[in-house]
């Protein structure tokens, strides 16, 4: 998968299924309910007050390594843009799975009107850390005690989408 054995895509309702299974076998990751999921899938993007952008990653035999979530609201330059929830299947993690992924969802945010991409990632996950950081993120604060089982602080990374001018 190193070499770019996978494809990004924008998720479908026959993605939904996966999507929950996946979660559900990664520790770290957002439990949302299935419905979530697929209400993002029916919904209607186009011009909306909020709208998710929400990717998946497959690899060999259109098999599933990952999922990426990111939510606009509003519709000026002025908004930020939230890196809801990534996923990466453990045996295709370090394989460029997350990093497409992210900037996937940063590029759909950014032809959404928003200004910035923020996300809360664990304080002592120093791989995603590293992660976002190789994409342009940058700590913008902290938030004590913000995770649970176990309890841990959240760092807010943020990422500018439009440059200067």
């Known amino acids: 998968m190193r070499a770019g054995g996978f494809r990004i895509r ?35 993007n186009a011009g909306g007050a909020v709208r998710r952008g929400f990717f998946v990653a497959e690899g060999e035999g259109r098999r599933l390594l990952g999922f990426a ?10 908004g930020v843009a939230e890196l809801e929830s990534v996923a990466v299947e453990t ?10 992924l992210c900037a996937a969802v940063a590029k759909w945010c ?14 002592g996950s120093v791989g995603a850390i590293a992660l976002y950081s190789g994409l342009g993120f940058v700590v913008a604060g902290r938030r004590a005690g913000y995770y649970f089982a176990p ?13 200067d001018e």
């Open 10 to 44: 924008v998720a479908g309702a026959a993605d939904v299924a996966g999507v929950v299974a996946l979660e559900r076998g990664i520790m770290e990751a957002p439990h949302w309910a299935e419905g979530e999921y697929a209400a993002i899938v029916r919904a209607d």
């Open 69 to 78: 979530v990111g939510k606009v609201i509003g519709s000026d330059t002025e």
């Open 91 to 100: 045996s295709a993690r370090r394989g460029g799975v997350g990093r497409a």
């Open 110 to 123: 950014g032809e959404q009107g928003a200004a910035a991409l923020e996300l809360e990632v664990r304080a």
């Open 151 to 163: 309890v841990e602080d959240a760092l807010l990374m943020r990422l500018d989408l439009i440059g």
